[in-house]
């Protein structure tokens, strides 16, 4: 499992640096959170997720933060709403996400003040 997981970790990683766009879902385009990590899933496992934050947040099994393991999704709420940010984690209290318009792909911790207060919850996707 260790070695599937590097596999996503991988492909998070490529994507450092890549712009930011609204229903973005490839690397040539830039990423929205769902299509970074849509993206992610389907170039490691070749699967399929839901193509939106609150449809990631119904895939796979609810993680307490502190069971978090690299390759699990992390959620957040952004906008008042519940699960409407999504990243993956790497491990070491970091994930890497597509933050908003105007940013790029980048690595965060889940202990910055902004992130912490907002944290979701965690999922982990069978693969």
Do not use: M
Request: charged share 20%; glycine share 12%; with cysteine.
């Amino acid at each position: 499992a260790q070695v599937r997981r590097s596999e996503a970790l991988l492909q998070a990683l490529l994507a450092l640096g890549i712009d930011y766009r609204y229903g973005g879902q490839s690397p040539t385009t830039g990423f929205d959170c769902s299509g970074l990590v849509a993206h992610v899933f389907q170039q490691a496992y070749a699967l399929r997720l839901p193509r939106n934050t609150y449809g990631q947040s119904q895939v796979g099994a609810e993680i307490a933060q502190g069971e978090l393991e690299a390759g699990d999704l992390v959620f957040f709420n952004t906008l008042n709403r519940p699960f409407s940010h999504v990243g993956i984690y790497l491990g070491d209290g970091r994930f890497v996400h597509a933050p908003r318009t105007g940013a790029r792909v980048r690595v965060e911790r889940l202990d910055a003040a902004y992130w912490a207060k907002r944290f979701n919850g965690g999922r982990r996707v069978a693969t």
